[in-house]
Nanobody, 124 residues
Framework: QVQLVETGGGLVQAGGSLRLSCAASGRTFSAYAMAWFRQAPGKEREFVASISRSATTTYYADVVQGRFTVSRDNAKNTVYLQMNNLKPEDAAVYYC?????????????????WGQGTQVTVSS
């Protein structure tokens, strides 16, 4: 089992940047594919980005491609989400997730472990 704790959320102006971190504890971090999801009020939780166990492969939602970058440091048991050129529509609670499922899933149902979330607010 792995425990996940997200940090780094906050209030930022449109066009600004934030870096989210997700610290993992428990079983071997490098055994897990990792992902970021987000959920805005009244909306379904949606996929943002995912990263392979070795950090060699990443996937992004079309709406964040080119603006967000997911990375991980297996020595520090941490996954990151660098968010640049933020837009008001990026405002949401951002969740870190981990899975032992083969591959690099983009569906939330494939992720077994979740953090508590961190709020990102973008002012226009």
């Amino acid at each position: 089992q792995v425990q996940l704790v997200e940090t780094g959320g906050g209030l930022v102006q449109a066009g600004g940047s934030l870096r989210l971190s997700c610290a993992a504890s428990g079983r071997t971090f490098s055994a897990y594919a990792m992902a970021w999801f987000r959920q805005a009020p009244g909306k379904e939780r949606e996929f943002v980005a995912s990263i392979s166990r070795s950090a060699t492969t990443t996937y992004y939602a079309d709406v964040v491609q080119g603006r967000f970058t997911v990375s991980r440091d297996n020595a520090k048991n941490t996954v990151y989400l660098q968010m640049n050129n933020l837009k008001p529509e990026d405002a949401a609670v951002y969740y870190c997730a981990a899975t032992l499922v083969y591959g690099i899933p983009i569906m939330s149902a494939d992720y077994n472990y979740w953090g508590q979330g961190t709020q990102v607010t973008v002012s226009s």
